[in-house]
């Protein structure tokens, strides 16, 4: 019920476009670009050779919150022994060495991969005002930084956020204070009075918090770091991500305002900045994800392939929904609503280059 709330908060067509729900389906005709390039793959292996780098989702992909899904390990481990480079690109707002414990935990040797990306390393690195950084900066962070104005209103997950925003140099404040707002997840509000209102307590106190503060700040115009873009998240419930409060804020702050509201991680820049650093030909990496709008969306715009993983997970159960136990069917579908939410004409719709129903050698 509560998720609804925020929902209101944000524009609901926007929260739930990219899981193209099945309610929102209106009878298309398969558009012929989708369809002439449409290219179902049975695993990996079909697409190896044909690639050097992989850049790989994790959640949907790689497991399911607590479990690697049936062959990821060896898929990763043939992977290595071909002398691929596998890149992770997570969207967790949390710091890299987080991301290192999960892989561990889920039986991963984390050593198998170049690089480890998360959106929450990236934001922190900015937020320290990390020059050695090779990504596009942020001026408005930048000057903020360089006038010393460094306190901070944090929209938070209730780990850590203390100390993420204290060990990058930054001071929790009310809004009536702050220079920047932080959005790493939707679970606590802090404003540095060493009392943060938790949603788990009082779920109600925490939306009223959040939509008043919400005000104040668009008065005041306070920039908004997101650093975690999602939107729902895919396991049960879908309970808000950071990225429904910026676009929340963004309404909030009217039409002109997109300078006022930065999101780092997928579908944007900076992240697959870093990862295809020294990479000359994009066409030799492929962006491996489950989800449209932040993994294949992503991959598309940095002129990589795409390999689009369905039925481990955003999309899965309305793939299954809309193509009535026809693959093939259901994935056209959920393609073809995708870009119509987004109003994709002819050329720029969206079309991932493989789909595959999971990330795994040989299905
Ligand atoms: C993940 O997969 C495991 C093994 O299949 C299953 O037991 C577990 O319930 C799943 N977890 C979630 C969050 O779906
Ligand atoms: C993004 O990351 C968060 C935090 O790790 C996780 O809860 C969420 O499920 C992820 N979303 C996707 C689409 O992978």
């Keep these: 019920m509560k998720f609804s709330v925020l929902l209101a908060l944000a524009a609901p067509s926007k929260v739930f476009s990219f899981m193209t729900s099945a309610k929102s389906m209106r009878p298309t005709n398969l558009h012929s670009q989708t369809k002439s390039t449409m290219n179902y793959i049975d695993g990996i292996q079909s697409i190896s050779s ?7 989702d994790m959640w949907g992909v790689m497991h399911n919150g607590s479990k690697p899904y049936e062959g990821v390990i060896e898929t990763v ?5 071909e002398g691929k480079k596998m890149i992770i690109l997570s969207n967790s707002s949390k710091r890299v060495g987080n991301a ?9 040797d984390e050593n198998d991969f170049e690089q480890i990306i998360t959106s929450g390393e990236i934001s922190y690195r900015m937020l320290c005002g990390d020059e050695t950084l090779q990504c596009s900066s942020w001026s408005t962070l930048t000057s903020l930084i360089r ?6 209103f944090v929209f938070g997950s209730g780990d850590g956020d203390e100390d993420y925003v204290e060990s990058s140099g930054w001071t929790l404040a009310p809004m009536e204070e702050a220079d920047l707002i932080i959005a790493r997840g939707t679970f606590t509000i802090n404003n540095g009075d060493g009392n943060p209102v938790s949603k788990k307590d009082d779920e109600d106190g925490y939306f009223q918090v959040l939509n008043s503060v919400l005000e ?3 008065e005041r115009k306070v920039p908004m770091l ?9 396991d049960e419930g879908l309970p808000p991500m950071p990225g429904a409060i910026g676009d929340t804020y963004e309404e909030k702050l009217g039409s002109g305002s997109q300078q006022f509201v930065k999101r780092i991680g997928k579908p944007f820049p900076e992240v697959y900045e870093l990862a295809l650093l020294g990479c000359e030909d994009p066409k030799r990496a ?3 994800g489950d989800a449209l709008e932040t993994d294949v969306t992503g991959g598309t715009s940095f002129k ?5 993983i369905v039925n481990d997970g955003i999309h899965s159960p309305f793939v299954q929904e809309l193509g009535d136990g026809c693959f093939k069917t259901g994935t056209s579908k959920v393609i073809e609503n995708f870009n119509d939410e987004k109003g994709h004409k002819e050329d720029s719709r969206l079309s991932p280059t493989y789909i595959s129903k999971h990330f795994r050698w040989i299905i």
Aim: glycine share 4%; charged share 30%; net charge positive.
């Design 304 to 308: 990589t392939s795409t390999a689009w």
């Design 216 to 218: 104040k700040a668009a």
């Design 286 to 288: 492929v962006m491996i």
């Design 100 to 108: 290192h414990k999960m892989l561990k935990k889920l039986g991963f």
């Design 226 to 234: 997101v650093t975690n873009p999602d939107k729902v998240r895919p």
């Design 147 to 152: 006038e010393g104005k460094k306190k901070v």
């Design 77 to 81: 481990q043939k992977l290595k022994e």
């Design 50 to 56: 044909t690639y050097d780098i992989f850049l790989l």
